[in-house]
């Protein structure tokens, strides 16, 4: 789906219900907090019954948050603008991902709320223990901290000019991705995957549009 007009202010409307709109939105904080102590819990359990060494709780883990990175290329790419025929996908769709662009200065909906977040990675969490058995208590804290870790990096590309130079080909490849071309710049925590599969964008090439950016950027 191809979401092309920019709106500076408000939010988009979801949901008639109200109660179902309020749970669409949420701060990036609140899910830090939920998410933390079952983490740090599970790396905990698996230490101590599983007498896992420093060195494997580190790799799993490591593991984990490098997975996160290609899932989320995978999912930014193919499911988040996924072109669908059907009026049911295509507000799916906005709903996950096309309101952002719409309306790219909500903080509210930067990433996903508490009851699906819940839902969702408790589903993952199934899968990976089906396949990793008890490594996924150390493989799925990873994954969870690359995706807090890449809720984290998106907020800070809306709100803040890059920290340092090395950061500065990541915010340009996302503030693109949103004015110039949705096809190129699925990456948010890393530009690794857009490099991999040729959808990183030539910065050598593109000239900084600062107005544009700054319909992105939050006030």
Request: charged share 15%.
């Amino acid at each position: 789906m191809q979401f092309e007009k920019i709106n500076n202010k408000g939010r988009a409307q979801l949901f008639s219900n109200p109660a179902l709109e309020a749970l669409t939105k949420t701060n990036l904080f609140v899910i830090w907090g939920i998410y933390t102590p079952v983490l740090s819990w599970m790396i905990f359990y698996a230490y101590k019954h599983f007498h896992y060494s420093g060195l494997h709780i580190f790799l799993l883990w490591c593991s984990g948050m490098f997975f996160w990175t290609l899932f989320e290329y995978v999912a930014h790419r193919f499911l988040f603008h996924l072109i669908s025929e059907t009026e049911w996908g295509q507000k799916i769709i906005y709903i996950l991902h096309g309101n952002h662009h719409h309306y790219p200065r909500d903080k509210q909906r930067l990433i996903m709320p508490p009851v699906p977040s819940l839902i969702i990675s408790s589903l993952v969490f199934f899968i990976q223990y089906l396949i990793l058995g008890k490594a996924a208590l150390l493989f799925f804290p990873g994954f969870i901290i690359g995706y807090l870790t890449y809720g984290t990096m998106h907020y800070a590309i809306h709100a803040f000019n890059p920290p340092f130079k090395f950061m500065k080909p990541l915010w340009r490849n996302h503030h693109l991705h949103h004015y110039k071309d949705q096809n190129k710049g699925f990456g948010v925590s890393t530009t690794l995957w857009d490099r991999v599969f040729g959808t990183m964008w030539d910065l050598k090439k593109e000239k900084e549009d600062k107005e544009k950016v700054k319909t992105l950027m939050y006030e």
